[in-house]
């Protein structure tokens, strides 16, 4: 299938998907297979460049979500899961189901967070974990034996793996070119506006495009792209101004990531602390396919008056390696100094911020706007996608298709 680079003409198209990270090249994927004439544009160079390439690879099982207050992610983890390895089966996409210890540090996390990890998992449908003691983790003979971790007790995924997300985002592209889809390379998305119900006028690279249906799938581009839009749109009635101040504004997160070198990769399956209340879940080890060990992300909350993501410095200051050795050797100890070395940052698109008060949990989930969110006729904004939006992309994707058709 030709990939289109620029210029492009001036067309009529079904469904224009703006990006192509892993939830772009899903929806695309779950559209075209039912028949939808896609167009997926993307402004960089290559597909799934930005947040999707930037970090830890990792399918989740849904454990950390609460179905009460982040019902998205609850929802489309667990079925992302299962339709994940599914497919890495079936499209011979690299993959390790190598399962997963979350790891107590002191008595109250043992007593109480522990078991609040597994009650909400178990409310999501997950009901393969297994709270196993200090003693399990260092018995030999224990199916979760782990000698390097310290800890005084521990939950065991065994649906948790890891994925080369590059193999799968290729995949899902060459399946939706398979269908019909285009990916147009090179393109950026400059605005748009409604021009009635189901007619989206996109500006690309100074070219007007009619589309049916606009999904936005930008990442953390996603919010000003949509704002543009909506902005520039003549359905300018007081409803549906009342109705753009619906959807909700990404902040960003920049998770840092450090790989350890000079010393023997100390475990046989994932290892993370519980979940971080400042946003993240916890600075935690992770093998890749080639079996390294990295750990991270921190979380490293940007200024909230930083409204372009290219503005934010990508590097990895080596200074932050000293929070990284306290927190990871509360869970194992023998890290010896100069170890970690600096590697990758990724930067989360987050619906909320440390600075803000009285903060609505609902904004945790992913947010999914919907022309009843802002009165726009053929347009869907993916907002706040973030982890575990890999794990959750097909579901995503299906989901997207449903609602379109």
């Not at 224009?16 to 028949?35: D, E, T």
């Not at 160079?45 to 390439?53: C, D, F, K, L, V």
């Not at 609505?360 to 053929?378: E, M, R, S, W």
Request: glycine fraction near 8%; hydrophobic fraction near 35%; charge should be negative.
């Amino acid at each position: 299938m030709l990939r289109i680079t620029k210029p492009l003409c001036q067309h009529h198209i079904q469904t224009a998907i703006i990006g192509s990270g892993v939830i772009g090249l899903a929806v695309g994927r779950a559209l075209s297979k039912k028949g939808h004439e896609v167009l997926l544009l993307e402004q960089a160079t290559s597909i799934g460049s930005e947040t999707s390439s930037r970090n830890s690879e990792v399918i989740h099982a849904g454990i950390y979500y609460d179905r009460n207050v982040m019902p998205y992610k609850s929802k489309f983890c667990v079925e992302g899961k299962q339709l994940l390895y599914q497919y890495c089966i079936e499209r011979d996409i690299p993959f390790k189901q190598c399962g997963k210890l979350l790891v107590a540090t002191d008595a109250d996390q043992r007593d109480s967070g522990l078991p609040k990890l597994v009650e909400y998992a178990e409310g999501n449908g997950v009901h393969d974990l297994k709270i196993v003691s200090m003693e399990d983790v260092e018995d030999p003979y224990s199916d979760v034996y782990e000698p390097n971790v310290q800890c005084t007790g521990a939950v065991c995924s065994p649906s948790t793996g890891i994925i080369d997300s590059h193999s799968f985002m290729q995949s899902m592209l060459a399946e939706a070119e398979e269908h019909g889809a285009t990916l147009a390379l090179n393109c950026r998305v400059e605005g748009g506006r409604s021009a009635g119900p189901n007619v989206v006028i996109l500006t690309v690279d100074g070219v007007e495009m009619v589309c049916d249906n606009v999904i936005v799938c930008a990442g953390l581009h996603s919010h000003k792209i949509a704002s543009d839009i909506l902005s520039q749109s003549n359905q300018r009635s007081s409803v549906s101004k009342q109705n753009e101040a619906r959807i909700p504004r990404q902040h960003y997160a920049k998770g840092n990531y450090f790989t350890l070198q000079n010393q023997k990769q100390p475990f046989s399956r994932l290892v993370y602390p519980l979940p971080d209340p400042r946003g993240g879940l916890g600075v935690h080890a992770t093998i890749d396919l080639s079996g390294s060990t990295k750990f991270g992300p921190d979380v490293e909350w940007i200024d909230d008056n930083v409204i372009n993501p290219y503005d934010i410095d990508m590097n990895v200051d080596p200074n932050r390696a000293k929070t990284f050795y306290a927190a990871i050797r509360k869970y194992w100890p023998d890290l010896n100094d100069d170890n970690l070395v600096a590697d990758y940052s990724g930067i989360r698109p987050k619906l909320w911020h440390p600075s803000q008060t009285n903060i609505d949990n609902a904004l945790k989930d992913f947010f999914i706007a919907t022309p009843n969110h802002h009165g726009v006729q053929g347009l869907h904004v993916m907002l706040g996608i973030e982890s575990p939006g890999l794990t959750s992309s097909l579901a995503i994707g299906n989901h997207m298709a449903k609602l379109i058709d």
